[in-house]
């Protein structure tokens, strides 16, 4: 006796559920995987690799095992100048490679089969590492990835080694710390297809995302859209300070300060003094001092500047 009355209702809903599951699997609208891999979404899986947000290979979120992007001028294997300055990949022995190489169908049709047969991405390995190259769209052929550790012989180490600091960017590592940080709570990266489009740029294409992880499009905004952020401010004096107090650059802001980001010492091995630097800092705000006390320089390892690095890349 008990519930009989909602027998009916009970497998009503049983077939519009079981209906909208079937629409669902046998009819999707769309294939993910049908998506071809712009040269923005081959470069934003390259500079994060594997995963920037918490993964087991870094539980701290602390920037560890990541690549890092630099600017080549000469050929590291020849010491010869390259054609063009070139931007590599370089994946020291133990950063986790990038989806790319693990998952190459998610490239997309086109995209895959060159970076697997020409690229020889399935030679990258994690124990020695690898530098990748992107190749540029040319005639009709898409971009693509190439691992110029199996083509050209570039060895990470010595990559790195032939590169001055800044030529060194540190994405990944600094869209850890955007992750981790909570930069999303108040900035999207994604401008809509709206009037958006005019303050801050155009929308991502469709193929902008594939391999990328995580996306970190923000649902929510208290400040600007950061998507083209390094389009319309590259200094990195600029960052420097907004990051450091957000108020020395825009007086009412109300974001947070990142300052502890600095860590103990600066970039010329100086312990950093935040108690002296309040105490004129308040000093500034309340008109005893005519101009406010200066921000210390990153270290180069800190994760301060890796932040930077990150931002100033969204271009
Ligand atoms: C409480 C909200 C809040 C948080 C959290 C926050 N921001 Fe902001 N951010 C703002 C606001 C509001 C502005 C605009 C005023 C200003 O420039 O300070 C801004 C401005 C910026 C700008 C300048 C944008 C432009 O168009 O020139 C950058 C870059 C930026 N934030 C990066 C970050 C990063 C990186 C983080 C995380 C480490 C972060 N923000 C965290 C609110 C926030």
Redesign the pocket.
Known sequence: MAFREYKVGARMFGFSLGTSMCITILFPSFDMRSAVSTEVALDKQLVAGWDAGWNLSDPLMTGANKPVKVLLKNDPKTGQPLEQPTSAYVYPPGAWMPNAVGHPNNLGAGVEGLSVNQGRIGEAKKEGGAVFVIKAAQGGQPAYIENATATKGWIPGDVLKSVPDEDVAHIGAGKT??VR???W???TLLPEQTQDWQVFGAPPMLGDFNGESPTAFGSDR?????LH?GS??ASKEW?ML??FN?RL??PH????R?DY?WGSVDANGQKIDYDKWRAEYTDYREGKNPTPPDVPVPAKNSEARA?ID??LSLK
Not at 222 to 226: I, R
Not at 253 to 256: D, E, L
């Open positions: 710390m955007f940080e909570g930069c709570w108040c900035h208290k400040g600007p859209d950061l952020v319309r401010n960052m907004h990051f957000p650059v825009q802001s109300i974001m947070p990142f980001l932040l990150f931002i």
